[in-house]
């Protein structure tokens, strides 16, 4: 999926929210996407906790505030055209560092909780080696993942960071997300945080800015 692919649909159009370093100057990016109700400004106070001098900050916002209109554990067709839509938005903010010089190897995607759902299927509907995907209080969407995703992701670093209480993300589909990308070669940190609740813990924040980090190490 690229920004050839020409979808049309609710997102496109939609501010691209920068940050961090010039993207001319970067080195490394990182693509995030907020959750359901929220904004990309806020996904960009989000990575003031996990950014490193060298990498640009790109983030996408949702048309009206929401990537999809219901669970994302309904069945993929009640998601459309939001999720589509958002994937195509998750993909043209790559081509933008891309066109700017930085290899998709270098582009880590972060999301929280609808934007952790849609980062992660973006991963893996589009497979290949990307800098790292961090998705916190999130998981694959649909209403049953697929027995099989084609494609491999090369050694990809993944964080998936749950509750194991969260009221929105079931632990079993955090398990399954994890399976299922380490079935594509993806190296895969899981970690359900005992009553956490629906957020983000400092734990987490430390573990992916240590990604980030290593985004700046070759």
Partial sequence: MSAGDDVEGPHQGQPLVTGGTPLEEASAALVLTHGRGATAQGMLDLATEVHHDGVAVLAPQAAGKTWYPNSFLAPVEANEPGRTSGLQAIADAIDEASDAGIPTDRVMLIGFSQGACLASEFVAR?????????????????????????????????????????????????????????????????????????????DELETVSGMVATLLEN
């Fill in 126 to 202: 589009n497979p290949r080696r990307y800098g790292g995907l961090a998705a916190l209080s999130g998981g694959l969407i649909g209403e049953a993942l697929d027995d099989d995703y084609p494609g491999d992701l090369e050694g990809t670093p993944v964080f998936l960071g749950c509750s194991d209480i969260d009221p929105h993300i079931p632990e079993a589909r955090v398990h399954e997300t994890a399976d299922a990308l380490e079935s594509m070669h993806a190296d895969v940190t899981k970690r359900l945080y005992e009553g956490m609740g629906h957020g983000v813990n400092e």
